[in-house]
């Protein structure tokens, strides 16, 4: 699987903090949530599975990286 997420702002302290941690522990949650308002915010509700990821990349405010191995399913 691979992810992007097109709204990663490098000039953001708290995406600078989780591109830093995914990338130091090559890890991610994969979680459910709703989109609400114009796409900029969103409502939690509940968390899938952990996965070990690769090909981080962040270029022009755009993160992505490929989901390689499931580590584990999560309880909602």
Same mark, same amino acid.
């Given at each position: 699987?691979?992810?992007?997420?097109?709204?990663?702002?490098?000039?953001?302290?708290?995406? !600078?903090?989780?591109?830093?941690?995914?990338?130091?522990?090559?890890?991610?949650?994969?979680?459910k949530d709703r989109v609400t308002g114009d796409g900029e915010a969103f409502e939690r509700n509940g968390y899938?599975?952990?996965?070990?990821?690769?090909?981080?990349?962040?270029?022009?405010?755009? !993160?992505?990286?490929? !989901?390689?191995?499931? !580590?584990?399913?999560?309880?909602?």
């Amino acid at each position: 699987m691979h992810h992007r997420a097109k709204r990663a702002w490098q000039s953001d302290p708290k995406h !600078l903090e989780l591109v830093g941690a995914i990338r130091a522990g090559g890890k991610v949650i994969l979680t459910k949530d709703r989109v609400t308002g114009d796409g900029e915010a969103f409502e939690r509700n509940g968390y899938i599975a952990i996965y070990r990821v690769e090909n981080i990349r962040w270029e022009n405010d755009e !993160l992505e990286f490929d !989901l390689v191995d499931k !580590l584990a399913t999560l309880k909602n």
